[in-house]
Nanobody, 125 residues
Framework: QVQLVESGGGLVQAGGSLRLSCAAS????????MGWFRQAPGKEREFVAS????????YFADSVKGRFTASRDYIKNTVYLQMNSLKPEDTAVYYC??????????????????WGQGTQVTVSS
């Protein structure tokens, strides 16, 4: 069973940058799309970004478009979320997830079949 472990979270000032990593172990994830979600205190978990299995296609929530990028490294079995121009409203626990076999909609959390434990990102104003 695949295991996903996020890292790279922390405290950063508004305008700063962080790069989150999601390392996969177990069965290869190279043929699966991957997604990033986040959950702020008192709010529901929401979609942030996705990257196709090939890495050639990415999709972002409007709230992060132009500021965040996603990439993946097949040798390291790792996906990344580069976050620039961070805002206080980006404060949340960030999760990576693996797209399941019937994945069609990157925004639909039900189409992801494995999740990491999350990493906290805090952006101070």
């Amino acid at each position: 069973q695949v295991q996903l472990v996020e890292s790279g979270g922390g405290l950063v000032q508004a305008g700063g940058s962080l790069r989150l990593s999601c390392a996969a172990s177990g069965p290869t994830f190279s043929s699966n799309p991957m997604g990033w979600f986040r959950q702020a205190p008192g709010k529901e978990r929401e979609f942030v970004a996705s990257i196709s299995w090939s890495g050639g296609s990415t999709y972002f929530a409007d709230s992060v478009k132009g500021r965040f990028t996603a990439s993946r490294d097949y040798i390291k079995n790792t996906v990344y979320l580069q976050m620039n121009s961070l805002k206080p409203e980006d404060t949340a626990v960030y999760y990576c997830a693996r797209g399941g076999d019937r994945y069609t909609d990157p925004v639909d959390q039900g189409q992801y079949d494995a999740w990491g434990q999350g990493t906290q990102v805090t952006v101070s104003s």
